[in-house]
């Protein structure tokens, strides 16, 4: 027993603790002399000389900073972009697609697809009505984007199969004057969109002063959430993420629909029907 004196081991690591926290202090001192010293010298050897103005000196104000848009990327260029053509709006059926069981028809098969049978035949040429070609390159030409045609032609088994509900048994799809599309890069602005088809009207030459098409009145008698547009020629329906979702629009977009309700060379009323859905186009 030695009391409550520590072993020498433990006081021989006291005393080289002890030694370390003084060589640190006086290194620490020392660092801190030394640029206190530099900051001296640096002082005495600045020189400082007035800035004088001449009364002829002019100040220039700052301008205002201007938002400068990014340059277009090579692929998104117009010249990129495709023109729209009858081609997008041939009937998306596929015979691979399963069969439906609806209660009131009973089973129902998709269509054989463009392979089996063609467009509408319209003023003797198969096609779509033109004014929908017309209006989407109209669309892509303004936004640069690409148009996306989700629904053009559906042939009446397709049509169907797609949506079997009683009031789209007359959908203008099965006389090529309804169209379906949303725009890659715009997609929830859909608004901004069906603004530019209104637009096309006033600025193009060909209805000049004519208020029938330059002026669209909103269809109040509609169950979508945003009241549809109309013109004398051209019907717009704006379809949100819970509207209007069939075979052919399963996508998570707001899609519009456009349908023609006037055609401008036949000078008369676009209508559906039954003659011309089921027996106005070619088999294959």
Same mark, same amino acid.
């Given at each position: 027993?030695?009391?409550?004196?520590?072993?020498?081991?433990?006081?021989?690591?006291?005393?080289?603790?002890?030694?370390?926290?003084?060589?640190?202090?006086?290194?620490?001192?020392?660092?801190?002399?030394?640029?206190?010293?530099?900051?001296?010298?640096?002082?005495?050897?600045?020189?400082?000389?007035?800035?004088?103005?001449? %009364?002829?000196?002019?100040?220039?104000?700052?301008?205002?900073?201007?938002?400068?848009? #990014?340059?277009?990327? =090579?692929?998104? %260029?117009?010249?990129?972009?495709?023109?729209?053509? #009858?081609?997008?709006?041939?009937? @998306?059926?596929?015979?691979?697609?399963?069969?439906?069981?609806?209660?009131?028809?009973?089973?129902?098969?998709?269509?054989?697809?463009?392979? !089996?049978?063609?467009?509408?035949?319209?003023?003797?040429?198969?096609?779509?009505? =033109?004014?929908?070609?017309?209006?989407?390159?109209?669309?892509?030409?303004?936004?640069?984007?690409?148009?996306?045609?989700?629904?053009?032609? !559906?042939?009446?088994?397709?049509?169907?199969?797609?949506?079997?509900?009683?009031?789209?048994?007359?959908?203008?799809?099965?006389?090529?004057?309804?169209?379906?599309?949303?725009?890659?890069?715009?997609?929830?602005?859909?608004?901004?969109? %069906?603004?530019?088809?209104?637009?096309?009207?006033?600025?193009?030459?060909?209805?000049?002063?004519?208020?029938?098409?330059?002026?669209? @009145? !909103?269809?109040?008698?509609?169950?979508?959430?945003?009241?549809?547009?109309?013109? @004398?020629?051209?019907?717009?329906?704006?379809?949100?993420?819970?509207?209007?979702?069939?075979?052919?629009?399963?996508? =998570?977009?707001?899609?519009?629909?456009?349908?023609?309700?006037?055609? #401008?060379?036949?000078?008369? #009323?676009?209508?559906?029907?039954?003659?011309?859905?089921?027996?106005?186009?070619?088999?294959?």
């Amino acid at each position: 027993m030695t009391g409550c004196r520590p072993p020498l081991r433990d006081r021989r690591s006291l005393i080289g603790s002890i030694v370390y926290l003084g060589i640190f202090c006086l290194t620490l001192a020392c660092s801190r002399l030394e640029q206190s010293e530099k900051e001296k010298i640096r002082r005495r050897n600045a020189a400082a000389e007035p800035v004088y103005r001449s %009364a002829e000196d002019c100040l220039y104000p700052l301008a205002a900073p201007q938002h400068t848009p #990014r340059s277009v990327y =090579p692929w998104e %260029a117009e010249a990129n972009l495709p023109q729209i053509t #009858r081609e997008y709006f041939r009937c @998306k059926g596929n015979p691979a697609n399963p069969l439906l069981s609806v209660p009131e028809a009973g089973p129902l098969a998709d269509c054989e697809g463009r392979g !089996r049978h063609g467009l509408p035949v319209i003023a003797g040429k198969e096609g779509v009505y =033109p004014v929908l070609i017309e209006l989407l390159n109209y669309v892509q030409k303004k936004t640069g984007k690409r148009v996306v045609v989700t629904c053009g032609h !559906r042939c009446p088994a397709h049509n169907a199969y797609a949506d079997s509900s009683p009031e789209n048994r007359t959908s203008k799809h099965q006389i090529g004057a309804e169209a379906d599309f949303y725009v890659q890069g715009m997609e929830d602005r859909p608004l901004e969109v %069906a603004g530019l088809i209104m637009q096309y009207y006033q600025e193009s030459p060909l209805f000049k002063n004519d208020r029938e098409f330059m002026e669209f @009145k !909103r269809y109040d008698k509609s169950n979508s959430a945003i009241q549809p547009w109309m013109n @004398k020629e051209i019907f717009i329906r704006v379809n949100q993420k819970d509207e209007g979702r069939d075979g052919d629009n399963r996508h =998570p977009h707001p899609y519009i629909t456009l349908q023609v309700r006037y055609d #401008r060379e036949a000078k008369e #009323r676009v209508i559906y029907q039954w003659a011309k859905a089921n027996q106005g186009y070619p088999r294959h």
